[in-house]
């Protein structure tokens, strides 16, 4: 079965901190797809990153990153120097071959930042 | 261009009533998602299609639901005789299609129609 588990619930830290959501899935395929969206308070979801499971880069984008380990299942994302705009709701999500395209999601971490 | 967008943006009905929930994804992605947020269960997937064609209805949690897509564009969701478990942000997505070979593209979210079932 294919899972994503996201055992942060909510976490809240103070503008400039580090942060590291957590994110560990369960696929038995080799091939499959892993995403970081990011749900704002508006509502609306906003595509993060995609990776696929024969990549183990590590990848940095401005303040983010993303830690892929295949080893532990994990694909664990990084705000460094988080601000108040990073408050939301960041969700992971698999998607795997024969999937039809379909994304698994966890349940979401919220992070608050405050000022 | 435009992005995913989504009608009506919030709809409340009664108990036992039929909604529809409009999608207009992103002009020439090929790839159509709904997926249904709710408190309880987080984001789940209900229906993919492909052109107008739905491979997959796995997440229909009912036969009260059901969605069709004509023209390869526009989607709509339907929900007959609503119940109030049915009360959720309906999200609908969509992305270049990935082709046969089971790669994956960046779905991209419309806004979603938040359903209140009374």
């Known amino acids: 079965a294919q899972k994503v588990t996201q055992t942060q619930t909510e976490i809240s830290v103070v503008e400039k901190e580090d942060v590291t959501l957590d994110c560990v899935y369960e696929?038995?395929?080799?091939?499959?797809?892993l995403f970081w969206y990011k749900q704002p308070p508006s509502g609306e979801l906003v595509f993060l990153i995609r990776?696929?499971?024969?990549?183990?880069q590590n990848e940095i984008s401005g303040r983010y990153s993303w830690n892929f380990q295949k080893s532990t299942s994990s694909f664990n994302f990084t705000i460094t120097a988080s601000q108040v705009v990073d408050s939301a709701v960041y969700f992971c999500?698999?998607?795997?071959?024969?999937?039809?395209?379909?994304?698994?999601f966890g349940a979401g971490t919220r992070l608050a930042v405050h000022p | 261009g435009a992005g995913v967008s989504q009608s009506p943006s919030n709809k409340v009905t009664e108990k036992g009533k039929d909604v529809e929930l409009r999608c207009d994804p992103i002009?020439?992605?090929?790839?159509l998602y709904w997926y249904r947020q709710s408190l309880g269960q987080g984001l789940e997937f209900l229906i993919y299609?492909?052109?107008?064609?739905?491979?997959?209805k796995s997440g229909l949690p009912s036969d009260r639901f059901s969605a069709e897509r004509t023209g390869g564009s526009v989607s709509t969701l339907t929900i007959q005789r609503t119940q109030q478990e049915d009360s959720a942000v309906y999200l609908c997505?969509?992305?270049?299609?990935?082709?046969?070979?089971?790669?994956?593209?960046?779905?991209?979210f419309g806004p979603g129609t938040r359903l209140t079932v009374l």
């Open positions: 999500a698999l998607g795997y071959s024969g999937g039809y395209n379909k994304l698994i």
């Open positions: 696929t038995r395929d080799t091939t499959y797809y």
């Open positions: 990776r696929n499971s024969f990549d183990e």
């Open positions: 299609f492909q052109g107008n064609s739905a491979p997959d």
């Open positions: 002009s020439g992605h090929t790839a």
């Open positions: 997505a969509s992305s270049r299609w990935a082709g046969t070979s089971g790669g994956y593209n960046e779905q991209f």
